[in-house]
């Protein structure tokens, strides 16, 4: 059993930062691509940003040169840094991983809980 658990969120005020981390745990022989998304009330999940195991990152436009994506493959792990935070940031975030259970295992993606994350103005 695979689990995302993602930690971090909470209330800032805008132009504020956050740091948000998402850990990676059970049965994994191999994660590729990591990513995070966000989800506003009454709106549609949206990609944040991505990072794959080698290569470039992406981010949505709306969060470039404000926000970095970041790995720790030893500890299976994302992070998100936010910074100059905007009351249009609010929203539920989302990580997830596309990742191997096992040597010959199909690639499977998994999603965390979602941890909440409010700007204020």
């Known amino acids: 059993q695979v689990q995302l658990v993602e930690s971090g969120g909470g209330l800032v005020q805008a132009g504020g930062s956050l740091r948000l981390s998402c850990a990676a745990s059970g049965s994994i022989f191999r994660i590729n691509a990591m990513g995070w998304y966000r989800q506003a009330p009454g709106k549609q999940r949206e990609l944040v940003a991505t990072i794959p195991t080698g290569g470039s990152t992406t981010f949505a436009d709306s969060v470039k040169g404000r926000f970095t994506i970041s790995r720790d493959n030893a500890k299976n792990t994302v992070y998100l840094q936010m910074n100059s935070l905007k009351p249009e ?8 991983a596309d990742l191997r259970e096992s040597t010959w295992g199909p690639v ?3 999603w965390g809980q979602g941890t909440q994350v409010t700007v204020s103005s």
């Open 89 to 96: 940031d609010t929203a539920d975030y989302y990580c997830n």
């Open 108 to 110: 499977k993606m998994y």
